[in-house]
């Protein structure tokens, strides 16, 4: 099946530094999204990406689907930014999403 | 964006027992799934579900798990015998693919089940 890696694991950032994330995946896909995991739990979109670039305020995300990679950029940071950030992916249009490893990050005030 | 709210959102319980976890889409939508999450791990497929059937799974969703639409609204996993190693967060999701296949899932906040 699908690979799906993300680096770094883990990540910590003074408050306003920026920072880029990074997915790695090992097939085609269809679909993907990128996920912010709050320290509650919940799993909060944040951006649908299988192609092309797409920004919302201080966040970013490129998917260069032909080099099978994915980048989430995150500028200016804040202490709610903590989380875990994960994409997934979709290879086979089936609507069944493989997550990746995750990334921790954590902001420092 | 309109998401699902799932219920409760902590469950605990002895092993061997019955669970069932339920999940109910404030909107119209066709495409269903649930996924769960180990503490401390990644988010892994269960299943999807689709006009009332059961699209795909994964090897995780062995006998003891099924799932249904029992009234057309609440979405229901039910766990027949829980194990331990059932004790995770699990999270309702939903959709609606565009034609072309363009699929954004929503998550809902997850019920996190104890297994004793």
Excluded at chain 1, 20 to 36: A, G, I
Excluded at chain 1, 46 to 60: A, D, H, V
């Amino acid at each position: 099946g699908i690979q799906v890696e993300q680096s770094p694991p883990d990540l910590i950032l003074q408050e306003g530094a920026n920072s880029t994330l990074r997915c790695n995946f090992s097939d085609s896909v269809n679909n993907l999204q990128w996920f912010h995991q709050n320290p509650w739990g919940q799993l909060i979109n944040l951006f649908y990406i299988p192609s092309g670039t797409k920004q919302n305020g201080r966040l970013s995300a490129t998917t260069v689907a032909t080099e099978r990679y994915s980048l989430l950029y995150i500028s200016s940071s804040q202490t709610t930014d903590s989380g875990v950030y994960f994409c997934a992916v979709d290879t086979s249009g089936t609507y069944k999403y493989i997550f990746g490893t995750g990334t921790r990050l954590k902001v420092l005030a | 964006e309109p998401e699902v709210t799932q219920t409760p959102s902590h469950q605990v319980t002895q092993m061997g027992q019955e669970v069932i976890l339920r999940c109910v889409p404030i909107s119209n939508h066709l495409y269903f799934y649930w996924y769960r999450q180990i503490l401390g791990q990644k988010v892994e497929f269960l299943v999807s579900f689709y006009n009332n059937e059961i699209s795909e799974k994964s090897e995780i969703f062995d006998d003891q798990f099924s799932v249904e639409r029992p009234d057309g609204s609440n979405f229901t996993l039910k766990i027949r015998s829980t194990k331990l190693e059932d004790s995770a967060m699990y999270f309702c999701a939903r959709s609606t693919p565009l034609a072309g296949g363009s699929d954004t899932q929503y998550f809902g906040p997850g019920t996190r089940l104890t297994v004793l």
